[in-house]
């Protein structure tokens, strides 16, 4: 099952977002296709975050960006630079592209260092003792305040415990 919600983002992914914005921008002088590529971004990353597939999300956006290159590609609109003055459509649509992946790639690669880390275990992360409450008390016992404790409250020969008080000598 897991596998197929993997192939299912990748394949949501491989939609070309940058392109069909760029397409819709140019063609019918609209900005409004380039609020399902934010969308489907976000909702993507989220569905990847949630089921733990944050390579996917890296993966995921490397194919979104081969495929709008290859829809510019295809469909022959070609640079288009009268119409988004500055830039081309092919220096457009890496730059979409590399926002989306901007905003992406921080929290994906957060979480995969930090399950990395979970499931490796070191000296600083080391796995949890069960008997690590049952340790304490040991160590504490060994230790100067623990010693002088156990002294003071130490059995004396009848049995009966002998209680020092301050100034009292042993």
Same mark, same amino acid.
């Given at each position: 099952m897991k596998w197929i919600s993997r192939v299912l983002l990748l394949l949501l992914y491989s939609v070309p977002y940058a392109f069909l914005a760029i397409y819709g921008d140019a063609q019918w002088r609209s900005l409004w296709l380039y609020l399902? $590529?934010?969308?489907?971004?976000?909702?993507?990353?989220?569905?990847a975050h949630?089921?733990?597939?944050?390579?996917?999300?890296?993966?995921?956006?490397?194919l979104s960006v081969i495929?709008?290159?290859?829809?510019?590609?295809?469909?022959?609109?070609?640079? $288009?630079s009268w119409y988004f003055k500055p830039v081309t459509t092919h220096i457009l649509i890496g730059l979409l592209s590399a926002?989306? $992946?901007g905003a992406q790639f921080p929290t994906a690669i957060?979480?995969?260092?930090k399950r990395r880390t979970m499931r490796k275990r070191t000296p600083l992360n080391p796995r949890p003792n069960?008997?690590?409450?049952? $340790?304490?008390?040991?160590?504490y016992l060994n230790s100067v305040p623990g010693m002088v404790k156990?002294?003071?409250?130490?059995?004396?020969?009848?049995?009966?415990?002998?209680?020092y008080k301050k100034g009292e000598e042993w």
């Amino acid at each position: 099952m897991k596998w197929i919600s993997r192939v299912l983002l990748l394949l949501l992914y491989s939609v070309p977002y940058a392109f069909l914005a760029i397409y819709g921008d140019a063609q019918w002088r609209s900005l409004w296709l380039y609020l399902p $590529m934010i969308v489907g971004f976000t909702v993507l990353a989220i569905i990847a975050h949630v089921t733990k597939n944050e390579v996917i999300v890296i993966v995921g956006n490397v194919l979104s960006v081969i495929s709008s290159y290859t829809a510019l590609a295809v469909s022959g609109i070609g640079a $288009m630079s009268w119409y988004f003055k500055p830039v081309t459509t092919h220096i457009l649509i890496g730059l979409l592209s590399a926002v989306a $992946m901007g905003a992406q790639f921080p929290t994906a690669i957060v979480r995969i260092n930090k399950r990395r880390t979970m499931r490796k275990r070191t000296p600083l992360n080391p796995r949890p003792n069960p008997y690590a409450k049952e $340790m304490e008390k040991t160590l504490y016992l060994n230790s100067v305040p623990g010693m002088v404790k156990s002294i003071l409250n130490a059995e004396n020969e009848e049995g009966g415990r002998t209680v020092y008080k301050k100034g009292e000598e042993w």
